[in-house]
């Protein structure tokens, strides 16, 4: 797959070793030296067979980076690391392509909006090729704390949930905070709120990552739902030749 450029970046897959190796170095820089975790690396068996998208610099430098599993249908879903989490049987059902984003992740030092339109750009590549059908995973709010995130959280509550069966017991229910939303939309994680900008939703639980200090939600998007005019956006910022269909 050719790489995509946009103004000072590029994304591209995973080519090497040593691009992996770079991506699981942002990974631990991210997820665990910046919030006192033990500094250690941040892969797992998932890795190997995910597809790597990573965002560059003119020099080379990394600023982005996340992984995606391409799964043949929802009936292999259990090989998703999201299936840990969350009880993904009533996806069984999908007999198309589904597809895992996980691990997303930017340079703190690198906050420009074009590198995340940059990854979504290369994974709507991947979403058509494949025919995909749905868009999945976990997506982290920073501190695993729900007192932190309240806000947030009841305005998912009130807006964005879907069922869905818990699977992990260290996790809080989310529809009773619906009841404190705020009137205007808070913060959200920046890979979130895109989700949800296109139609996504996420489950009625959050869970509670201690290893990674984080909480996070199942989010999930109906390729087929995304609106005609953003779908439209992605494809021409994707450079796909049916870009304007």
């Known amino acids: 797959m050719q790489p995509l450029i946009r103004g000072l970046y590029t ?10 190796a770079a991506a699981l170095t942002l990974r631990q820089l991210v997820f665990r030296t910046r919030r006192g975790l ?14 790597h998208i990573l965002v560059t610099t003119p020099h080379g ?7 995606v599993l391409r799964l043949t249908s929802g009936a292999v879903v259990q090989n998703s690391y999201s299936a840990q989490f969350y009880d993904l049987t009533p996806l069984h059902q999908i007999p198309d392509p589904i597809v895992e984003l996980g691990r997303f992740c930017l340079h703190p030092d690198h906050p420009d909006p074009d590198i995340l339109r940059l ?11 494949d025919r995909a059908r749905l868009l999945f995973g976990c997506t982290s709010f ?11 959280l009841a305005w998912l509550a009130r807006n964005h949930l879907h069922p869905v069966a818990a699977r992990s017991a ?14 205007r939309p808070p913060a959200l994680p920046p890979l979130l709120r895109t989700y949800l900008a296109m139609g996504g939703w996420v ?13 996070h939600v199942l989010t999930a998007l109906d390729v087929a739902a995304v609106p005609p005019a953003r779908a439209r956006a992605l494809r021409a910022l994707a450079d796909f030749p049916n870009a304007g269909s």
Do not use: E, M, Q
């Not at 990854?119 to 090729?129: E, I, K, P, Q, S």
């Open 203 to 215: 489950s009625d639980h959050a869970v509670i990552d201690r290893d990674l200090n984080t909480l």
């Open 119 to 129: 990854v979504w750009g290369l994974l709507t590549r991947l979403v058509d090729a």
């Open 61 to 67: 430098t990394l600023v982005a980076c996340c992984r």
């Open 170 to 183: 260290d996790h809080i229910a989310l529809a009773p905070l619906a009841a404190f939303a705020p009137d």
């Open 11 to 20: 994304a591209h897959l995973a080519r090497s070793d040593a691009d992996i």
């Open 142 to 152: 920073d501190g695993a704390d729900p007192a932190l995130h309240r806000p947030a």
């Open 38 to 51: 033990p500094d250690t690396s941040d892969a797992d068996a998932y890795d190997t067979a995910c597809d």
